[in-house]
Structure formats: C-alpha cells, structure tokens
C-alpha cells in the first residue's frame, strides 16, 4: 500500500467534516499508517483572519475568496506538501472545493473559474468525499447566536445543490451524513481503503 496520500472531507456547515475527519485520522493511524491531519482555515496567521471574518458579513465575498486562496496556498507549500513529501497521508477537513462552491455561490460576481484561478497553486488531492446532509437538519443542532455568516439554511441550500453538482461532474465520493455516526464513517473508512488499495 502506497502510504503517500491526499484525502480532502468536504461538505456544507454541519455535515460532519470535522467530525469524520477526525475519527477517519484515528481509524488509519491505529492500522499504523503516518498520519497527518489539517484544516482550512489553517491555523496560519491567514486563518485566524479568516475565522474572525466568519462572524462578520460585511467582509466582501472577493476578500473572502482571496483570503481563503491565500491562507490555502500557504497552507499547501508549508504544511500539506511538505507532510505529503515525507511520505505522510494527509488528511484536510475542506479544501478547494470549499471555496468553488461557497465562494462562488456567495456572490454573482465570482465565477467557479476565477476561484480555480486562484487556487490553482494549491495541490490537487487523491481523493476526495463529500459530506451530505439537509440543511434544515445539521443547522437545527446549533443555536442562533451561535451561528457563523454561512450558516443560514437558503444559503446553505444554494451551496449543496453545488457540492452536489460539482461531485456528480468531478467523480467524487458523496456520503450521506444523515445517519448515525459509526455508520456514515464505516462508508468513509470502505472508500477510503479501497482508494488506498487501488492507488
Ligand atoms: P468550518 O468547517 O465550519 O469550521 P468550524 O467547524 O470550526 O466552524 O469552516 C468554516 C466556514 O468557512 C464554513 O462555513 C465554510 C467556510 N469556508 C469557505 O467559505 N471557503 C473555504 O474555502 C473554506 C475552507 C471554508
């Protein structure tokens, strides 16, 4: 088994990303693989930005694009490559995907193309898995004052008919996340070994 291998979980507020990512780390390091696992926002100086961007909307959607480019370029030469490179697999709770498919949707202006456009100094992964649920059902868990300025269900709507969309045209992965957790990450760990396998 080649153990150099880029795995991106990726999908809409609330659908378990880092949840899974999580477990998915500690099912592959207990079957003694070496284990990196990462975030965007990164935990960079870019994505403390970026968090605190979270919380206010009146950030233009283009600066969040840039940022999210920027923190994600960064994030690819010093951490994801460099563990890639060391023979690590890598596992990234969102990735570019995030930013095609938020970006794109918040605003009529920023076309998926654009935002390819600047990503494209970030490395592609080897696999990637898209978590999906209902809106209505992962932002009913949180509470109002809780919520980030993505977390509104129109939006959210908006933003997974186009993982959606975008995974059926990429080839990806989709999970159903609606289910009970050792479920849905029993169906990630299957793809995620059978791609491993297979690679
Ligand atoms: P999230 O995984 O929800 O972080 P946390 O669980 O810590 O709140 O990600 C933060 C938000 O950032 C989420 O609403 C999606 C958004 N986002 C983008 O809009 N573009 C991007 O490129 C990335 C990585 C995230």
């Known amino acids: 088994m080649k153990k150099k291998f880029f795995i991106v979980i990726d999908g809409i507020d609330g659908a378990g990303t880092t949840t899974h990512s999580s477990l998915l780390a500690g099912f592959l390091e207990g079957r003694g693989l070496s284990l990196h696992l990462t975030q965007e926002p990164s935990n960079s100086d870019i994505g403390q930005i970026l968090r605190k961007f979270l919380k206010n909307k009146e950030i233009p959607p283009c600066t969040d694009a840039l940022l999210f480019a920027a923190d994600r370029s960064l994030h690819y030469y010093n951490e994801i490559k460099s563990k890639l490179d060391e023979g690590y697999i890598v596992i990234s709770d969102r990735y570019i995907e995030s930013s095609i498919v938020y970006q794109s949707v918040q605003s009529d202006e920023i076309s998926i193309e654009w935002v390819k456009e600047i990503n494209k100094f970030a490395g592609e992964p080897d696999l990637t898995i898209i978590l999906d649920i209902n809106p209505k059902i992962s932002l009913a868990r949180k509470?109002?004052?809780?919520?980030?300025?993505?977390?509104?269900t129109i939006f959210l709507d908006k933003?997974?008919?186009?993982?959606?969309?975008?995974?059926?045209?990429?080839?990806?992965?989709?999970v159903n996340s609606d289910d009970?957790?050792?479920?849905?990450?029993?169906?990630?760990?299957?793809?995620?070994?059978?791609?491993?396998?297979?690679n």
Not at 159 to 174: C, D, M, N, S, T
């Open 143 to 152: 509470t109002q004052e809780d919520l980030e300025k993505f977390e509104d």
């Open 159 to 174: 933003v997974r008919e186009l993982y959606l969309k975008r995974a059926e045209q990429k080839g990806y992965y989709i």
């Open 180 to 198: 009970i957790i050792e479920i849905v990450q029993e169906k990630i760990q299957k793809i995620v070994i059978d791609s491993l396998l297979n």
